[in-house]
Nanobody, 125 residues
């Protein structure tokens, strides 16, 4: 059974940093595209960053230069390092896995088969 468990969310002030983690159970993370999404209250879920199994990555324009996605295949864990956080980035953050997204650089929700339960990030202004 595939399971993804996120952690690391919390409350920070604007300009602060957080590192999210996502541990995969039941499958080898190294065989999957892994992505982070976020969903703010009342808004649709959007892709933030994606990591391929050969460690290539892409980011949403809004987070380029501030967020870094990485993976530790030995620990079966995906990370998202978030720096210089903004108030408008307050959201539930989800990790997701896909075997073969149709266009992986676009980080589209419907390409991903497995989802974690989410971890809340709150950025105060």
């Amino acid at each position: 059974q595939v399971q993804l468990v996120e952690s690391g969310g919390g409350a920070v002030q604007s300009g602060g940093s957080l590192r999210l983690s996502c541990v995969a159970y039941g499958y080898a993370l190294s065989n999957y595209y892994m992505a982070w999404f976020r969903q703010a209250p009342g808004k649709e879920r959007k892709g933030v960053a994606v990591s391929t199994f050969d460690s290539s990555s892409r980011y949403a324009d809004s987070v380029k230069g501030r967020f870094t996605i990485s993976r530790d295949n030995a620990k079966n864990t995906l990370y998202l390092e978030m720096n210089n956080l903004k108030h408008e980035e307050t959201a539930m953050y989800y990790c997701a896995a896909a075997k073969r997204p149709s266009a992986w650089v676009l980080i589209r929700e419907y390409d991903y088969n497995y989802w974690g339960q989410g971890t809340q990030v709150t950025v105060s202004s």
